[in-house]
């Protein structure tokens, strides 16, 4: 058997800063940490982001991430460590001085004012002229693709369109760095879909570098430039979202990420190939580790570009088991298969041909195996 936005528009005055080698680190975490009776968190935690850069801070609920952002807000002071922004340590730095902004997930918008008033709010604490306050508001609305609400209730305004409003209050005194706390968190998931690709697209035409926290992979690949994942306290891994994704460097990381086709190994021979021993027979990889026969290893199997054989089909670095489930998702089908024992989740091409159904034998050939260290 075979197996298979809105457009950000000329009129709006911000100008993207471009990315390069030479974009300066505007923001510097050194080492921050900050302990509670539950333990540390953050727990020893550095980052840079750089002008114009968008940097999200992912992991699970209670990891340090609203921590991080209210130490960099100057809302919570830090046991030990340090934050420098454009090299200058802003430890005494009142709140109101440095010029960032924030946005949250109830975005806090004033009931009693309307689209204009609540976006107006800070600008006129900055005791700008009427007519600049007019014309910034029309520029940040043009940007978030709301122009003409601004006489409208904010009562009356969708989830959506009251997170757009919120976002072009925050944007609206032009902040030094502006940080976002789960914004998306509130919505519907239909709708934060649509919303994740679309902020991205505002954030970088505002030219704003960014603090972006989320528990959301998803949301986070959407929007970020580079992401740093954390757990209990700790950064874990830090890179591009590709790289990310691509090369996870822990079990955590992996399972946080929605890559569950995790088992354990042994390390049979140094390769190359590396082989490595595990209940479901000796499988191979080509990732450059140099490591000895027999250290303990965590094997993933990675879910995508599978090639799927026929029923008892015999072959080198192949996994034979029965079809549990299968689900349709669009693009591909999500097959759940038991094998030696364990249940691993793979996805088949729509386009490739037939895809076995429950209670079928199935013989899966995955391109990429990776090894990751044992816990």
Known sequence: MDCNHRPTGELFRYVPIPQNESAMSLLEAHHLTKS?????????????????????????????KTTLLRIIAGLEIPDSGKVLFE?????????HQRNFG????????????????????????????????????????HLVGMIGFEERDVNELSGGEQQRVALARSLAPRPRLLMLDEPLGSLDRTLRERLMNELRTILKGAGVTA????????????????????????????????????????EFVARFLGLANLLPGQVVAVGPP????????????????VLPVGQAVTVLIRPEGVRC???????????????QARSFRGGHYQITVAAAGTSLRFELDVLNGPVPGPGEQVTLCPHRVQVLPAT
């Open 36 to 64: 509670y009776n539950e333990g540390r968190f953050p727990d020893d935690i550095s980052f840079a982001v750089d002008e114009g850069e968008i940097l999200c801070l992912l992991g699970p609920s209670g990891c340090g």
């Open 87 to 95: 090299g200058r340590d802003i430890r005494d730095v009142p709140v």
């Open 102 to 141: 924030l946005m949250f997930q109830d975005q806090a918008l004033f009931p009693h004012k309307n689209v204009f008033e609540n976006i107006a709010f800070g600008l006129r604490m900055q005791r700008l002229p009427k007519e600049e306050t007019r014309e910034r508001v029309a520029e940040v609305l």
């Open 211 to 250: 603090i972006y926290v989320t528990h959301d992979q998803q949301e986070a690949f959407a929007v970020a430039d580079r992401v740093v994942i954390m757990d209990r306290g700790r950064k874990v891994q830090e890179g591009r979202p590709e790289e990310v994704y691509q090369r996870p460097a822990t």
């Open 274 to 289: 590396l082989a490595v021993e595990t209940a479901l027979g000796q499988l191979t990889t080509t990732d450059s580790l």
């Open 309 to 323: 054989l026929g029923a008892g089909t015999s072959a080198e670095n192949c996994i034979a088991g029965q079809v």
